[in-house]
């Protein structure tokens, strides 16, 4: 039967985006703490309302830009959350997205407004509605993705050493690799470029690499540490 009449009450449509980024060895997700009711005080996703001009995707980097000062993120839709009464408000459908971002362009987001900080992905405060539920969605997908992409690229600056690459699929995995492995295994994608750039530091100069344009992103890191 044809829809002839639209129903006076009808869900809202909001997207949260869960933010993630690697620093001072621990994976961080970005979090805002609630002024209002319901929850007040405590820590959830950014988020926001989807627009009546806006798509989804379009929604979610409008939270980006609010949160982050860009919109030119890795982003991808995670998933849809609608349990009726996640929200005691009103009905309202969440569509997740989550972000990667390099700490260089995003670090230091917290600083300019003590409600927006860094919290631990894997051991964050106790969020408000099922933003506990999408955050560990968001772990999960990200972990899985490094199986078979080079998700961890997004999270670095445009040059790092293998070194701190090896830390960020560390740091996700929640495991040690063995450095000698990590980089016959990595090196063999010929996902890398090295440059002619070093990091000087304590130890013998680290060659500074990126990621190659060239490789595909989907595929080239397929099952490097299942």
């Known amino acids: 039967m044809p829809l002839t009449t639209i129903p006076n009450e009808l869900p809202a449509v909001h997207t949260d985006v869960v933010i993630f980024t690697v620093q001072e060895a621990r994976l961080d997700v970005l ?4 002024r209002h009711q319901p929850f007040a005080g405590h820590w959830s996703l950014p988020g926001g309302f989807v627009r009546i001009e806006e798509s989804l995707e379009q929604a979610a980097r409008r939270v980006l830009a609010e949160q982050t000062g860009t919109r030119q ?7 849809t959350f609608g349990a009726p009464r996640r929200d005691l408000r009103a009905r309202i459908i969440s569509v997740a997205y989550f972000a990667l971002a390099s ?22 405060p106790l969020l408000a509605f099922d ?19 080079a998700a961890a690229f997004q999270l670095l600056p445009e040059q790092f050493t293998l070194r701190e690459l090896q830390n960020a699929y560390e740091v996700i995995l929640r495991e040690s ?7 016959r295994k990595i090196l063999s994608t010929q996902i890398l470029e090295a440059t002619d ?8 100069p680290a060659r500074l690499y990126r990621f190659s344009h060239e490789a595909k992103f989907e595929g080239q890191a397929r099952r490097l540490f299942p």
């Open 31 to 34: 979090l805002t703490q609630r």
């Open 131 to 149: 933003h506990g539920e999408i955050v560990a969605y968001a772990i999960e997908r990200l972990r899985y993705k490094l199986e078979y992409t």
């Open 197 to 204: 750039d070093y990091r000087y530091g304590d130890h013998r």
């Open 103 to 124: 700490a260089d362009k995003v670090g230091n987001t917290s600083h300019d407004n003590a409600w927006v900080a860094w919290h631990p992905a894997f051991d964050p």
């Open 177 to 183: 690799l063995d450095k000698r492995n990590f980089r």
């Open 73 to 79: 993120l890795y982003l991808e839709q995670l998933y």
